[in-house]
């Protein structure tokens, strides 16, 4: 009993150091994850409001490519909610597949080409905090949210390296609501590759 109150302890003291807005975005970001490794479309509402809310906080913490980020990840939510519902054959929804080499080759191509002026513009130019990192960090999400539009399986490979990066960021920023987020996410985005890969391989769309 004493154990579990401690646990109790310190989970609750660990959400009251929480913002309201990391609150919210956390909470809406774990429905996120949760629904999408399930392939549920409603994911997408839940994760276009969890990203606009963190996007107003890192801008305000000077981590500019991220809060760039979460603007592009607005834009493509409304863009993966459409594809998960309407991007497959004849407006049906989009099954799970592969991503081929020569659409690897042409993010691996993109992403390196954007890597350096950006890391660059943000140490530079915006004086951001973890620059390189943050440059780093925000061209593997775009990739992978990218590839999560379009229902690529690989896209949770790119969740994992990026989300794993950013516990690290944002532990150094004192923000511990969304480094334990990202933890989940880490943690979640494996669930997501085997769950993602059964379901290609039984050939499933699911709405």
Not at 68 to 91: H, I, K, N, P, T
Not at 107 to 129: D, E, F, I, K, R
Request: hydrophobic share 55%; aromatic share 16%; net charge positive.
């Amino acid at each position: 009993m004493d154990m579990l109150a401690s646990a109790a302890g310190f989970v609750a003291d660990f959400i009251a150091a929480m913002g309201w807005g990391e609150k919210v975005s956390t909470l809406t970001g774990l429905i996120y994850i949760v629904l999408s490794v399930r392939q549920n479309p409603l994911c997408w509402p839940f994760g276009i409001v969890s990203v606009a809310v963190w996007m107003v906080i890192v801008f305000a913490g000077r981590l500019y490519m991220d809060a760039f980020l979460q603007l592009v990840y607005v834009v493509l939510g409304f863009y993966g909610w459409y594809q998960w519902l309407r991007g497959g054959a004849d407006s049906t929804p989009l099954p799970v597949r592969r991503v081929s080499a020569r659409l690897w080759a042409w993010l691996c191509g993109l992403g390196l080409a954007a890597t350096v002026p950006l890391g660059l513009v943000s140490q530079h130019v915006l004086h951001a905090s973890f620059p390189w990192w943050d440059t780093v960090t925000t061209v593997l999400s775009l990739m992978a949210q990218y590839l999560l539009a379009k229902k690529y399986l690989e896209n949770w490979v790119l969740w994992v390296i990026a989300d794993a990066m950013y516990v690290g960021i944002y532990i150094a920023k004192g923000w511990p609501g969304y480094s334990v987020l990202m933890g989940i996410y880490t943690v979640m985005a494996v669930a997501g590759f085997v769950s993602w890969r059964r379901s290609m391989e039984r050939g499933e769309a699911v709405a």
